[in-house]
């Protein structure tokens, strides 16, 4: 069964998220509640894993190739561009 989760990021570099690692579908980033949101499409009958995130500022380096550009997220004077 296909279901759309979210998950709250931290303003890091790189961090892992715990979803369903096959059928995992980044759809969505914003903010909600001044927390920054990832929201993905999952399989729900797939096992857990541990999904790459990377938040890259404006000017840095994004940190490899073969990641996803999901969308960017305004927050307050930065912008995080989010990968997976």
Known sequence: MRTVWKFE??????????APSV???????????????LWADVETEEGIGAID?????????VPHAGIEYVGSIMD????????V
């Open 9 to 18: 990021l931290q303003r890091e570099r790189h961090q892992k998220i715990q």
């Open 23 to 37: 059928g995992f579908n980044a759809i969505h980033v914003g903010t909600q509640d001044g927390t920054l949101q």
């Open 53 to 61: 995130v990377w938040l890259v500022g404006t000017g840095h380096e």
């Open 76 to 83: 307050n004077f930065f912008v995080w561009h989010v990968y």
